[in-house]
Every structure is written in C-alpha cells, then in structure tokens.
C-alpha cells in the first residue's frame, strides 16, 4: 500500500490566458504542492516533447513551464532542473526550441538535464517493495535508470491527450521517457503494465512526485501526435499519478478503470483511479460539457499493433529489437512528418494560432512559429528504410515458402 500526501486529491481550474500563470500557482497549493514535494532538495521539471514541431495538446506547453517554475520559486523551491529525454523518432534539441521551453528555461535560468547525454550514469536498478510486472521480462540483463533522478523530486508536465497505445497519456506516462533508455519501445507490447511498474520506480526514487497537466488545448483521435485540437481552458494539478489520469481520462470520455494502466495501478493501490473516489477541488468537472474524445490509430500505429499483438508478432525481434530497427523509426516519421503534418497538421496548426492560446505561444520567444515543410533528409531515409522492409519481408516470405517445402 503506498500513502503519500495528496493521495486521491485532483486539483482543477478553469483559466484564460490573461491570468493563466497566477491560476497555476493557484492550482498547486490548491492540490497540495507542498506537502507533497519536500523542501531543500533538487526539484526536476519533466518537460513533455512528444513532437519537436509545435502542434497544440501536444508538449508542454511554455505557459505551464513558466507557470510550474514561477510557482516553486514563490515557495522556496530555488534548485530546479529541467528534465529531457530523446526518442527513437523525436529530436529533443530541435523540440525544445521549437516548443519555446528553451526559451523559458534560459530566461530563468534553470539548467537542463539532457539524459541522452554521455556524461549521464544509468544503474541497473532493483525494486524494493514489489517484484516488476514485466520491466524484468522485456531487459533481462537488467533494468536500467538515470542516476541523477535518484533522490530528486519531479514534477511531471503532460497535457491532456488521447495516445495510440494507451487511449489517453498523462502523469504516469510522462516517467516513460525519463526512466527508460532509447530502447523504451522494446515495452510497447506491455505498455500498460510498465507504466505501472515506472510509477513503483517512482515512488521508492523520489521523495515526492506531483504533476501539473495542460488542458489549454486537448488533443484526441490518434494522440500524441497527429491529432485534432480542441480549446478546454483547463488545468490539472495533483500528487497522485493515478488520480490527475483518471480525471483526464474521465473529461475527455473514456470510463479510467477501463484502461488498464490506470485499473492495475489502482488494484496495486499506487493511487486511486476510481473517479468516485477521488476528491477533486476547484472546479466541478460534472458541470463540464462532454468532450466526447476517441482515440484512434494513424497508418503507422496500425502497422506497430499488428507487430505488437498482431500477425507479425513472431518477427516482433527481427523487426524491433534488431540491426533492422530503423525502418520503424523511418517509417514513422515518414508518416508524420513527410505527409501529415505537411498536408494536414500545418492547416490545423495555422487555424490554432488565431485562437486565444495559439497567441500566447506565438508571443513567447521571438515571436516566431516554425511550420516546416517536407524534411527532405526525412524522405530519403524513410524511402531507403521502406525498400529495406520491401526487402526484408521478400526475404522472410522466401524463407517460409522453402520450409513449407520440406
């Protein structure tokens, strides 16, 4: 049984851009920020870059890093660090530009950890309190986390958004990037279950955990990415993981203990995700509209599930945990950056700027948006990569003719 400060307490605010940084500091005390994160210690900020191209519900927001930063500053909070992970498909050097959390981190002087980095220690590292539901299944040869996040509080920073593999990504998934090194995409297959074990992680690491989430703009349909927007106007903030995702996943329309992150952490009792469990103070989320959310799947998702829990599980190693890799990685940003967001995010993302919010980023930084067009490095490698599957599958097809044979 796990108790914490603030266990099953969600706090939720309504806000606008003109206040939204005071609504923030607001909203932490509200959910009890300091109870939760012990004084004197480092303090890490999980920045969120699920993309390194701006779109709306996607990455933290600049608004909510300012707003986390200035808040902890208010109240004693003065070493704080910046926390970044690279992805197999997502360049967070080029994201932290693009996203304005650079822009922010240097104006208050807040140093990044970029853990990607060579300089930075990973530990093979042994549960204490339970066994792994899988984390040891998928790396025998050991479970791997960054050093430096031992000992430090961490303040995760989602939005509130649909995902491909999870229905929803919030809180507890914010600590995949962080924890897991670049062969994080090994666990997709038992996504669910290695969120669970990443918040054990957690909370035997960290002397306090809490998240504040950004519901400025929603995104759903096939998240993290490739997704619709939507302006809610809202904010989450809470010590509880569990908890602040089962509120998300509650506003957007999905029933929490349906998701099966949500439901195991909730029977391990890491958290509470019943929602008629949860106190929720601030504003009263039964009086919100339905938002109606779905999540759905790109071309590229459908193609990882069939790898996954699909016809191609019996090459799920030959094709992602092999020198054959890359096409994965090529074909993804193929489909996201070579196509849609060319032909498709960049309307949407012209139609987001002349809202509210969409002014508010633009005005951060030099006032500078980046929509880029087709990479045209982009569409070589993902060209190279899908003759190399064309090829590979011709191989493998052969292979199985001549065994059918004999």
Same mark, same amino acid.
């Given at each position: 049984?796990?108790?914490?400060?603030?266990?099953?307490?969600?706090?939720?605010?309504?806000?606008?851009?003109?206040?939204?940084?005071?609504?923030?500091?607001?909203?932490?005390?509200?959910?009890?920020?300091?109870?939760?994160?012990?004084?004197?210690?480092?303090? $890490?900020?999980?920045?969120?870059?699920?993309?390194?191209? *701006? &779109?709306?519900?996607?990455?933290?927001?600049?608004?909510?890093?300012?707003?986390?930063?200035?808040?902890?500053?208010?109240?004693?909070?003065?070493?704080?660090? $910046?926390?970044?992970?690279?992805?197999?498909?997502?360049?967070?050097?080029? +994201?932290?530009?693009?996203?304005?959390?650079?822009?922010?981190?240097?104006? &208050?002087? %807040?140093?990044?950890?970029?853990?990607?980095?060579?300089?930075?220690?990973?530990?093979?590292?042994?549960?204490?309190?339970?066994?792994?539901?899988?984390?040891?299944?998928?790396?025998?040869? $050991?479970?791997?986390?960054?050093?430096?996040?031992?000992?430090?509080?961490?303040?995760?920073?989602?939005?509130?958004?649909?995902?491909?593999?999870?229905?929803?990504?919030?809180?507890?998934?914010?600590?995949?990037?962080?924890?897991?090194?670049?062969?994080?995409?090994?666990?997709?297959?038992?996504?669910?279950?290695?969120?669970?074990?990443?918040?054990?992680?957690?909370?035997?690491?960290?002397? $306090?955990?809490?998240?504040?989430?950004?519901?400025?703009?929603?995104?759903?349909?096939? +998240?993290?990415?490739?997704?619709? *927007?939507?302006?809610?106007?809202?904010?989450?903030?809470?010590?509880?993981?569990?908890?602040?995702?089962?509120?998300?996943?509650?506003?957007?329309?999905?029933?929490?203990?349906?998701?099966?992150?949500?439901?195991?952490?909730?029977?391990?009792?890491?958290?509470?995700?019943?929602?008629?469990?949860?106190?929720?103070?601030?504003?009263?989320?039964?009086?919100?509209?339905?938002?109606?959310?779905?999540?759905?799947?790109?071309?590229?998702?459908?193609?990882?599930?069939?790898?996954?829990?699909?016809?191609?599980?019996?090459?799920?190693?030959?094709?992602?945990?092999?020198?054959?890799?890359?096409?994965?990685?090529?074909?993804?940003?193929?489909?996201?950056? %070579?196509?849609?967001?060319?032909?498709?995010?960049?309307?949407?993302?012209?139609?987001?700027?002349?809202?509210?919010?969409?002014?508010?980023?633009?005005?951060?930084?030099?006032?500078?948006?980046?929509?880029?067009?087709?990479?045209?490095?982009?569409?070589?490698?993902?060209?190279?990569?899908?003759?190399?599957?064309?090829?590979?599958?011709?191989?493998?097809?052969?292979?199985?003719?001549?065994?059918?044979?004999?």
């Amino acid at each position: 049984m796990s108790q914490f400060p603030g266990k099953g307490k969600v706090a939720v605010l309504k806000t606008k851009p003109e206040i939204v940084l005071e609504d923030i500091e607001r909203l932490m005390r509200m959910a009890g920020v300091e109870l939760a994160l012990p004084h004197g210690i480092r303090t $890490g900020l999980k920045i969120n870059i699920s993309w390194q191209t *701006w &779109y709306p519900a996607c990455s933290t927001t600049p608004w909510q890093l300012e707003g986390v930063i200035l808040a902890l500053r208010n109240m004693g909070y003065q070493d704080l660090v $910046g926390i970044h992970n690279d992805t197999v498909v997502v360049d967070t050097r080029v +994201g932290e530009y693009n996203n304005k959390h650079r822009y922010i981190t240097d104006k &208050y002087q %807040v140093p990044c950890l970029y853990l990607y980095q060579d300089q930075f220690e990973w530990i093979c590292y042994q549960p204490r309190t339970r066994p792994f539901l899988v984390l040891d299944k998928v790396y025998p040869e $050991g479970v791997y986390i960054p050093k430096d996040l031992i000992g430090i509080n961490i303040v995760h920073l989602p939005t509130v958004k649909t995902h491909v593999f999870t229905t929803i990504t919030g809180a507890m998934k914010n600590a995949f990037g962080g924890l897991l090194h670049r062969n994080r995409h090994w666990t997709h297959s038992v996504i669910h279950e290695t969120l669970v074990d990443l918040l054990m992680i957690q909370q035997e690491i960290h002397p $306090g955990i809490f998240a504040v989430m950004d519901g400025t703009f929603a995104g759903d349909g096939p +998240g993290p990415r490739a997704m619709r *927007w939507h302006e809610k106007d809202i904010l989450l903030a809470s010590a509880d993981q569990v908890a602040i995702d089962a509120v998300s996943a509650k506003l957007q329309g999905f029933d929490p203990l349906s998701i099966p992150f949500i439901r195991i952490a909730h029977e391990l009792d890491l958290g509470i995700g019943n929602p008629r469990q949860i106190e929720i103070v601030g504003y009263d989320i039964e009086q919100e509209p339905p938002w109606n959310f779905v999540q759905e799947d790109t071309f590229a998702s459908r193609g990882q599930k069939m790898i996954y829990h699909g016809p191609l599980k019996p090459f799920e190693k030959i094709l992602l945990q092999s020198p054959l890799v890359p096409w994965s990685y090529f074909a993804s940003n193929f489909y996201h950056n %070579v196509y849609w967001y060319p032909f498709i995010g960049r309307k949407r993302v012209e139609a987001a700027l002349q809202t509210k919010w969409g002014k508010l980023f633009k005005s951060y930084g030099d006032g500078r948006v980046v929509m880029p067009g087709m990479e045209p490095k982009t569409v070589l490698q993902a060209a190279a990569a899908l003759g190399g599957l064309i090829l590979l599958l011709g191989v493998l097809g052969h292979r199985r003719r001549q065994q059918s044979r004999h």
